[in-house]
């Protein structure tokens, strides 16, 4: 009897060794993998700007481009994203004033026109660098 209870201790350890260093191992593995970076506008894991064909010099014209509307974009959609948390507490107040949730509609409103002239901006600036062939491409995919 003494020796079935400490072979089950004993089976029952091993098996939870072996289960906490399977799921160990498995974090570990996929944890540390590089993820690929997908394009936002392709949804594919290349960037729309490698299948235009850009030659070195077009695409050293539009890195600068690329890193500056990111960048804006970055702060505007944050600054919307404040100004949504902002609106979900006004809306969850019980006496909710129609006053400042209309000022923060302004203000999402002004920002998402902000969002949408740095787009077309962008795309402004990044037909100049192509050529017509790519201009094409860009436009028609």
Not at 27 to 45: L, M, V
Not at 56 to 79: E, G, I, W, Y
Request: proline content about 4%.
């Amino acid at each position: 009897m003494k020796n079935k209870r400490l072979t089950l201790i004993l089976v029952l350890s091993l098996s939870m060794n072996a289960a906490f260093l399977l799921v160990t191992g498995y974090g570990w593995y996929y944890g540390n993998r590089p993820t690929p970076e997908i394009c936002h506008f392709t949804g594919k894991e290349i960037h729309f700007y490698q299948e235009l064909g850009l030659t070195p010099a077009q695409l050293a014209a539009m890195k600068p481009l690329a890193d500056r509307f990111h960048q804006n974009l970055d702060l505007l959609s944050s600054d919307m994203k404040a100004h949504k948390e902002t609106m979900i507490r006004l809306l969850e107040n019980h006496d909710v004033s129609l006053a400042e949730t209309g000022n923060v509609r302004r203000e999402m409103a002004a920002i998402q026109n902000r969002i949408q002239q740095a787009v077309i901006d962008h795309v402004l600036d990044v037909k100049k660098i192509l050529d017509p062939e790519q201009q094409n491409h860009f436009f028609n995919r």
